[in-house]
């Protein structure tokens, strides 16, 4: 599997701000996701991080409130941008499409806090 | 509405037994099927992937599909204290229809010693 790195792993910020997270593969994947997982829910896919190109954003999320960056087949951010308690979350960056394969595969995480 | 769903437990199971975590999902197109572990405060983990009908077996851990009745279970031999954990079942939705990972919402499984 890759190896997926997140920084950072957790934060706690202040309403109104903004914070940007990086996923970091150690391998040229064809696919980046970025997903929440709220606590003691499941998972829910913000968007795709499309390379070269904007991201693809699932119903409920936006670019303005999440925007996304993929300059390269290795690399992506998210920004959780203007920031309120609800967005306490966790951040997950996930990959696939290496190898051919469809399997998908977590980085560990950004819990992120706003008071 | 596409939708994965599962039981969400707490499925309590002693140790040495078989647990069995059960899935089903609505959109008949698709065609991978996963399952994931997930400790608690971590990030998911996978454990099996499966793509045609049947069992598919991996050490201690066996898949199986029924496109059919449109389930997929995960079957879990000689269960372990180190087994308790939430595992979600995630299925892909046909490519042509975005090809997401659709995820339930996890069963939690305690193993008791």
């Known amino acids: 599997s890759a190896v997926i790195s997140q920084k950072p792993s957790r934060d706690i910020c202040q309403r109104g701000t903004s914070l940007t997270i990086q996923c970091q593969v150690d391998?040229?994947?064809?696919?980046m996701f970025w997903y929440r997982q709220q606590p003691g829910q499941s998972l829910t896919l913000i968007a795709t991080?499309?390379?070269?190109?904007?991201?693809?954003?699932e119903s409920g999320f936006v670019i303005d409130k999440f925007p996304i960056s993929r300059p390269n087949l290795t690399f992506s951010t998210l920004t959780v941008s203007n920031m309120s308690p609800e967005d306490s979350s966790i951040y997950l960056c996930?990959?696939?499409?290496?190898?051919?394969?469809?399997?998908?595969?977590f980085g560990p995480g950004t819990r992120l806090t706003v008071l | 509405q596409k939708e994965v769903e599962q039981n969400s437990g707490p499925l309590s199971v002693p140790e040495g037994a078989i647990a069995s975590l059960n899935c089903t999902y609505s959109?008949?197109?698709?065609?991978?099927f996963f399952w994931y572990r997930q400790y608690s405060g971590k990030s998911p983990e996978l454990i099996m992937s499966?793509?045609?009908?049947g069992d598919k077996e991996d050490g201690r851990f066996t898949a199986q599909l029924n496109k059919a009745s449109q389930y997929v279970s995960l079957l879990i031999r000689d269960s372990q204290p180190s087994d308790s954990a939430t595992y979600l079942c995630?299925?892909?939705?046909?490519?042509?229809?975005?090809?997401?990972?659709?995820f339930g919402q996890g069963t939690e499984l305690s193993v008791k010693p």
């Open positions: 959109d008949r197109g698709s065609q991978s």
């Open positions: 996930s990959v696939g499409g290496r190898q051919g394969t469809d399997t998908q595969y």
């Open positions: 995630a299925v892909r939705l046909p490519y042509n229809q975005g090809g997401k990972l659709i």
């Open positions: 991080a499309n390379q070269g190109s904007e991201a693809t954003y």
């Open positions: 391998s040229q994947v064809t696919m």
């Open positions: 499966i793509y045609s009908n």
